[in-house]
């Protein structure tokens, strides 16, 4: 059991005694998930139910490893007490305390081991940061929840099988494809993955019930351009070089590097990887005892997210841990699939470029596709004739209003011809550029309409830039007639009737020029389809109906000032 005094902990160690009569009330859910009490103890929980006996240990005085020793010699044990026979056990050279023990007594001898961790882990950002479905809290829950994952056995061949062939190992293979993942998922290319280390090389703790087991820090450095060759050979001398500083605690890396430690996150990584090589295999039960693993719903997570395999006779098979704080199941779900993917392509081409491998699965990509499918019919037909086609099927409707004065759209289209005729008759043609120089108002629409029913396109100047932006705007686009105030209130003896010219689509409808903020203005080409296709969309989404009313506040050499003055027009 582990008590504290004035806040330091330490570990005592009871006498030998015998468990209580075991007891068979209660629901399974709260034997496992009861807590412990670290202070009182046991720390150890059986159960007998008819044939049955349940165990649970608190991960403080037992690692995975440890549970296999203690369920090995339970069977033995059971074995020889059927047959009233000792159980040979052999005893141990040194018990855990004597372990615990060395360990400090190594703090001097770490200090080569602590400047490879100081060296391997300079200057690593603090956190991951995974693209999570709620914001992470101040303070975490350790609420959770497993996500199962399965990958084929004709995958996990393929994985090992490229292994050898970069000779490396699958878990380091593994290990590359998850932080390649990662890598995609967050475009940081510079963070750490941890994963653990029974830390039993030496033969006299291979029989200890304990905690051994130790945290390592993998750093990872994946990019675009890097193939999955490369990061496995890198990941794989990460591995061997962790490996070999496996010694120091990993507590004691923290300390070493003086990390600031923040209550939301765990300190170097928050990710986790595990593979278990042996825990498909299961020793004969001697005796007729038969040990199972009892599977639990599971409501806590350490991390933000662990991926925990273990190799079978049918492939890999594990799960995902991860944070309810963070992800939603259906999250994590699919990132397991994206996974699957990265591995289907990456053992069959380990030369491909990290940055090239499509993570997407077929129903994904289909998903893609559909909601890139946003082609919608737009009206045949130029932007003033679409103008036109709206005045005559609602002439008496009010088009437009400055200040106090109102036009319909009769008269405003009538307005719009006279002004066009009048160019035309001053000689100007379909297809020439003509500049639009009118301070706001209702004469700034009527000119706009005429030079596109005349089939020219009209290049928008404001009055209030400067004069060397306006003569270099008319020198850059050949433009050699200017509409002004002057020319719209001197056609009062034209024709009202519409211009009867071939306008196609592809003509241009404007030429608007861009700031020069990056240098000299550069002017932009827009055609009839391109302004009617913005015109029929917006009418869409957000959507204008007849009965809207449009405030048009923008100076007409910005692109917005066209969707405001003819959004509306074509609207009714």
């Known amino acids: 059991r582990f008590v504290a005094e004035e806040g330091v902990p330490y570990q005592v160690i009871d006498p030998p005694f015998e468990f ?4 068979s009330k209660g629901d399974h859910d709260s034997f496992h998930a009861a807590p412990f009490d670290l202070a009182q103890g046991p720390l150890i929980r059986v159960r007998l139910k008819g044939n049955e006996l349940y165990l649970a240990v608190h991960h403080i005085i037992a690692d995975f490893w440890s549970l296999r020793v203690l369920l090995r010699e339970l069977q033995l044990r059971y074995a020889a007490h059927l047959k009233s026979e000792s159980s040979n056990l052999p005893d141990l050279k040194i018990q855990y305390v004597d372990y615990a023990v060395w360990q400090e007594q190594q703090a001097a001898q770490l200090e080569a081991e602590l400047d490879y961790w100081r060296n391997e882990l300079a200057g690593v950002p603090d ?53 390649a993942v990662l890598y995609r998922y967050t475009g940081q290319d510079d963070f750490c993955i941890g994963s653990t280390v029974t830390n039993r090389d030496r033969e006299e703790t291979r029989d200890l019930i304990g905690l051994f087991v130790n945290n390592l820090v993998f750093r990872s450095r994946p990019s675009a351009d890097l193939t999955f060759a490369e990061l496995l ?37 928050q990710v986790m990887f595990l593979l278990r090589t042996e ?15 009892v599977e639990h719903e599971h409501v806590t997570s350490r991390f933000d997210l662990s991926l925990e395999l273990s190799e079978t006779q ?27 993917q990265f591995l289907a392509q990456v053992t069959a081409t380990p030369d491909a470029r ?15 596709a559909s909601w890139n499918e946003t082609r919608e019919p737009i009206p045949s037909g130029c932007v003033h004739e679409q103008f036109e086609a709206q005045a005559a099927k609602t002439p008496a409707a009010q088009a437009l209003t400055f200040r106090d004065q109102s036009w319909t759209y009769k008269e405003l289209n009538e307005r719009a011809n006279q002004l066009a005729h009048h160019w035309k008759a001053q000689g100007a043609q379909p297809g020439q550029p003509i500049a639009l120089l009118l301070e706001r108002s209702e004469q700034l629409v009527f000119g706009l309409l005429a030079i596109l029913k005349l089939g020219a396109h009209y290049v928008p100047l404001d009055p209030s830039h400067p004069r060397e932006r306006l003569d270099d705007i008319l020198e850059d686009s050949g433009a050699k007639w200017v509409l002004t105030e002057k020319e719209v209130s001197s056609v009062d003896s034209q024709p009202t009737t519409n211009l009867a010219i071939n306008c196609s ?26 302004l009617s296709n ?39």
């Open 20 to 23: 209580p009569p075991l007891g």
């Open 127 to 179: 956190l991951l940061q995974l693209p999570t479905d709620s914001p992470r809290p101040g303070q975490p829950s350790f609420r959770g929840a497993r996500q199962p994952i399965e990958f084929p056995k004709a995958t996990a061949e393929s994985l090992t099988q490229l292994a050898r062939d970069q000779k490396t190992t699958t878990f380091s293979a593994m290990l590359a494809a998850f932080a």
């Open 233 to 269: 050979q890198a990941t794989h001398a990460t591995v061997l070089n962790g490996l070999r500083h496996q010694q120091v605690p990993f507590e004691q890396v923290v300390d070493t590097l003086q990390i600031e430690r923040q209550l939301s996150y765990n300190p170097l990584f």
């Open 279 to 293: 825990s498909g295999r299961q020793p004969d039960p001697p005796g007729g005892l038969n040990i199972q693993l």
């Open 314 to 340: 049918d492939g890999l098979a594990g799960f995902f841990e991860f944070s309810a704080d963070l992800f939603r199941p259906e999250t994590v779900h699919r990132l397991g699939e994206h996974l699957q």
């Open 354 to 368: 990290i940055g090239d491998i499509n993570l997407l699965s077929e129903n994904e990509r289909a998903q893609f």
């Open 505 to 530: 689509p592809e003509d241009l409808a404007y030429l608007i020029y861009t700031s020069g903020s990056t240098g000299r203005p550069k002017g932009v080409r827009i055609q009839h389809s391109n």
């Open 534 to 572: 913005l015109l029929t969309s917006m009418a869409r989404e957000p959507g204008l109906s007849p009965d809207d009313r449009l405030l048009a506040v923008t100076t007409i050499a910005f692109d917005i000032a066209t969707l405001e003055l003819l959004l509306p027009l074509l609207q009714g």
